[in-house]
């Protein structure tokens, strides 16, 4: 089994910065990413990155939000900037143990229970 661990979310304006962090304890895991859903709409992928690094990104969130790992930590983090109401969801932390990196919901095996992310306008 794996548990995830999310924080960092939080109240922000339109166009600010927030740092999510998701920490993993138990199995040992090899590809994490960041799936976010906002009310009344389907869940959708952020970011994922490999145990060697290979990163995705959605297109929505490319150049402005950044996926990393700190592996002694078994922590993975998403930085994002310039952030949209729009954006405004519970943001999910997703662990596989899978060695081959995914950007489906499917691929992910564990779940973290998620960080509301408010964006004001």
């Known amino acids: 089994q794996v548990q995830l661990v999310e924080s960092g979310g939080g109240l922000v304006q339109a166009g600010g910065s927030l740092r999510l962090s998701c920490a993993a304890s138990?199995?040992?895991?090899?590809?994490m990413g960041w799936f976010r859903q906002a009310p009344g709409k389907e869940r959708e992928f952020v970011a994922a990155i490999s145990w060697s690094g290979i990163i995705y990104y959605a297109d929505s969130v490319k150049g402005r939000f950044t996926i990393s790992r700190d592996s002694a930590k078994r922590t993975v983090y998403l930085q994002m900037n310039s952030l949209k109401p729009e954006e405004t969801a519970v943001y999910l932390c997703a662990a596989t143990t899978n060695l081959i990196i995914t950007t489906t919901q499917g691929g992910f095996d564990y779940w973290g229970q998620g960080t509301q992310v408010t964006v004001s306008s």
């Open positions: 138990g199995r040992s895991t090899y590809s």
